[in-house]
């Protein structure tokens, strides 16, 4: 019953910056970290950005000092900011989430949204 919905990927050309949105909704009771992951043509999907429900970042050392992770807790949102963008971002970004979905049950479970194309080229 929880859903994650990704917005904001489009066709950008380098250098240029997009941002992207994710919201979950549904039975949510916490939600601990949540992150952005990507895919591009022909290769594993990788993690790109995390945030704890404390504020702790973490990064892909490809995207360090170009993308900014950020979180509102109150709202269920995460939010990837991304800046200088290259060819080589080019991919599917995935939002996901560790969620407990209860008061009565202990621990997380792992969601994903279903994507959003992010395109980097002149």
């Known amino acids: 019953q929880v859903q994650l919905v990704e917005s904001g990927g489009g066709l950008v050309q380098p250098g240029g910056s997009l941002r992207l949105s994710c919201a979950a909704s549904g039975s949510i009771f916490s939600i601990q970290t949540m992150g952005w992951h990507r895919q591009g043509p022909g290769k594993q999907r990788e993690s790109v950005a995390s945030?704890?429900?404390?504020?702790?970042?973490n990064y892909a050392d490809s995207v360090k000092g170009r993308f900014t992770i950020s979180r509102d807790n109150a709202k269920n949102t995460v939010d990837l900011q991304m800046n200088s963008l290259k060819p080589e971002d080019t991919a599917v970004y995935y939002c996901?989430?560790?969620?407990?979905?209860?008061?009565?049950?202990?621990?997380?479970?792992?969601?994903w949204g279903q994507g959003t194309q992010v395109t980097v080229s002149s």
């Open positions: 945030i704890t429900r404390g504020g702790t970042t």
């Open positions: 996901n989430a560790d969620i407990n979905t209860s008061y009565y049950l202990y621990g997380t479970r792992n969601y």
